[in-house]
């Protein structure tokens, strides 16, 4: 595919051509995001209207990968279509990524099957759609950074970041206001802005990247994706019971799944050490500001990537019960409640990348962190039945800190490389936001329920037996694995009518199904255990924010890449000239 604008040879004036880049291509992570955050609402409405219960075990997997696979795939493709973005060209890529995410949008819009077949359906029709979203993230940075000068960079990507995370919860809302009308619609709403972007990215980008002619290293690019795979789907089933165990991590498959993809990831870094044209620079990380860089975004991102999923959790399965809304209507106001989580960002995402242009990423990174760190130990500190305007102001400033960090720490990275592996470097860095997160959900996932496991079998035993159920049947319950009511609560599913089911029910009285079955006694029964959970989750996330904190102070000053063997950036200081003997940094 070539692009119109440069076929021509016509080249728009750089200062309005900047902000036709960045309309383009914000367009394009708009819709990427929406649509990874949109399904997590929508999930009870689709599996309705494929007719599957997703709370069946032997239907779980469909559910975790129908929330997972996206994800996955994203993690696995990112590096290697950056890559080839830098080969082939990154607006080439980045147009056949709108094409190919709107093609599967098509497909998933039409899904007529039924049953498990309808559920692989979606989940293969998902990964396709994965497989366009990554064209597109990959290449994002990257063209925005070519479009940009580099005093104005940090603005062009502060934009494109409140995009990505506005996305997300714009995906929760969309997903709770289309799903009940039509489960369809979910996925049929990319489809005109697909169409539109494929369209106006064709004619409008041009492509200003310097490409680097080399061949594709398969072997690289086997191994890196076989690894990385093999871990994710290690810790995607690692969350599913095994056995007489309440998760999967002690499952000889879990094991050797997480084993064997670190043992391939090893392999491929030996490979890339050897081969002439390797998929993973690795010699990037010599520069301080990326491989700081990327600690502090991976650290983000693992305390960042499970949160949404703990608060939709709190929100539908307790604290919106409580509070008179119904468990079919809580996905929809648990998207809306948590509307203060954008807004902050929304605020310093733009403000925090243009401060960065000026005075270097470290200062508003390093200090977005700690922001964060200090929110999530304050979360810790509300009961689960909190006062919404103190909720609200914490997520608030939760995501202040992380509009403080994300611009100014992708702006430090993106000038950090050189301009033939702008493609590459983005890739590498999208990696690892996006396996974190997958990482970040699995970890949250079993800290909660650990800290579930060890009080709510008893908690539930003795609160069913006090509401008359039967001893027999309130023991089943009380055993079950606690990820069923994680699982329940986080879909907008009744729990206590879902775990109990309608042989238990029938056996009670109307009044006690009425309360036992109410909007109240779950709430109020879970929301101990739930606290505890939640309290180790939102610790680990406050831990690793400060570790992030640490390794973006560690990053260096403000400074550019210049190619040594061209325009070097003025010197200012002694301590700036001897930055500027480092092979690969060039100092501004």
């Known amino acids: 595919m070539t692009n119109g604008a440069a076929t021509n040879g016509h080249r728009s004036n750089d200062s309005r051509y900047k902000w036709v880049a960045l309309s383009t291509i914000t367009l394009g992570t708009l819709m990427v995001f929406i649509n990874q955050s949109i399904v997590l609402i929508a999930l009870p409405a689709i599996f309705r209207g494929i007719k599957l219960n997703p709370l069946t075990p032997a239907n779980t997997g469909y559910m975790l990968w129908m929330l997972l696979g996206f994800m996955v795939v994203l993690a696995v493709l990112v590096v290697t279509l950056g890559r080839v973005g830098d080969m082939f060209g990154r607006v080439r890529m980045f147009n056949l990524g709108f094409a190919v995410f709107t093609l599967f949008s098509i497909l998933l819009s039409v899904t007529w099957l039924q049953g498990p077949p309808g559920a692989i359906w979606l989940i293969g029709m998902r990964v396709g759609q994965g497989v366009g979203g990554a064209m597109l993230f990959a290449n994002s940075s990257a063209i925005i950074t070519d479009a940009f000068p580099a005093d104005q960079r940090g603005l062009g990507l502060g934009i494109n970041n409140v995009a990505a995370i506005g996305g997300a919860f714009i995906g929760l809302v969309l997903g709770g206001l289309l799903a009940p009308v039509q489960w369809h619609l979910v996925f049929l709403v990319s489809v005109p802005f697909g169409v539109f ?10 492509d200003r990247g310097i490409r680097t002619p080399a061949h594709i290293d398969w072997p690289g690019n086997a191994t890196f994706a076989a690894g990385l795979v093999l871990i994710l789907i290690g810790i995607t089933y690692g969350l599913l019971p095994y056995g007489h165990h309440t998760m999967g991590w002690t499952s000889p498959v879990v094991l050797t799944e997480i084993i064997g993809g670190i043992f391939l990831l090893i392999i491929f870094g030996v490979i890339e050490t050897r081969v002439a044209d390797p998929m993973f620079r690795l010699n990037l990380f010599r520069i ?8 502090a975004s991976a650290l983000a ?8 999923f703990m608060l939709i959790i709190w929100l539908q399965g307790i604290w919106l019960p409580l509070h008179g809304y119904s468990f079919s209507s809580t996905p929809l106001w648990a998207g809306i409640y948590m509307i203060p989580l954008t807004v902050g960002f929304l605020v310093a995402g733009p403000l925090s990348g243009h401060l960065a242009d000026k005075y270097g990423a470290r200062p508003f990174a390093t200090g977005g962190l700690l922001l964060v760190a200090l929110t999530f ?10 006062s919404y305007p103190v909720f609200a ?37 999208a990696t690892f936001n996006s396996s974190a997160q997958v990482l970040s959900i699995g970890i949250f996932f079993t800290l909660m329920i650990l800290g579930l496991a060890a009080t709510l079998p008893a908690t539930l035993f003795h609160g069913l037996v006090a509401q008359g159920v039967p001893t027999a049947t309130a023991a089943r319950v009380s055993h079950l694995p606690p990820v069923g009511s994680l699982f329940a609560a986080f879909l907008g ?7 109990l089911g309608p042989s238990a029910l029938h056996h009670m009285t109307s009044a006690q199904v009425s309360y036992i079955t109410g909007r109240s006694f779950f709430p109020r029964l879970i929301s101990g255990p739930f606290g505890q959970g939640l309290q180790k989750a939102f610790d680990f996330a406050a831990i690793v924010c400060v570790l992030g904190a640490v390794a973006s102070l560690l990053r260096g000053g403000k400074y550019h890449y210049a190619d040594p063997t061209t325009t070097v950036l003025p010197i200012e200081t002694a301590q700036e ?7 690969l940094l060039g100092v501004e």
């Not at 301080?288 to 600690?295: Q, T, V």
């Not at 130990?377 to 909190?386: A, H, M, R, S």
């Open 493 to 499: 599913y009744n729990p206590m009518a879902t775990l």
């Open 301 to 308: 991102s693992l305390s960042r990537g499970g949160l949404m």
């Open 197 to 206: 972007g494929t369209v106006w990215a064709y004619l409008k980008l041009e």
């Open 377 to 386: 130990l304050l979360l810790t500190l509300l009961p689960t039945d909190f």
């Open 288 to 295: 301080r500001a990326f491989s700081a860089g990327n600690f």
């Open 393 to 429: 102001t914490l997520l608030f400033f939760n995501s202040v800190g992380m509009g403080l960090f994300i611009a100014p720490n992708q702006t430090g990275i993106m000038n950090s490389l050189p301009a033939d592996q702008r493609g590459a470097g983005a890739g590498m860095a």
């Open 577 to 583: 000239a001897v930055a500027e003997t480092e092979p």
